[in-house]
């Protein structure tokens, strides 16, 4: 999750800024992946259920950022585009948080 506040805090500060070095280096799809689903083999069957499709909503809505953050060369991130890229950070930060709390 402090990788999300951190990318927040950039487009905060610079609504223009690139997140896809933070995103390639800290939220690498197949690390991710791997990790979660090695730690929801810590679970109960019935939670499994639960935490797998939290699984994949994380993995979508990192796939979702990506997307959101792709700029073409020259040209400024408009208002809409900047509001729906700090909306699927939040998501994102709702989804490990869900997660999360499994683990408590």
Do not use: C, H, W
């Amino acid at each position: 999750r402090s990788i999300v506040k951190d990318m927040q805090k950039a487009l905060e500060s610079d609504g223009q800024a690139n997140l896809r070095p933070i995103i390639i280096k800290n939220l690498d799809f197949a690390k991710i992946r791997d990790t979660m689903n090695t730690l929801n083999t810590a679970f109960e069957e019935d939670t499994q259920r639960g935490t797998d499709r939290l699984i994949r909503v994380i993995l979508q809505d990192i796939t979702e950022l990506e997307q959101a953050n792709l700029q073409k060369d020259g040209i400024p991130r408009s208002p809409r585009r900047l509001e729906n890229l700090q909306g699927k950070l939040v998501k994102l930060d709702l989804a490990f948080e869900d997660y999360l709390a499994f683990a408590k």
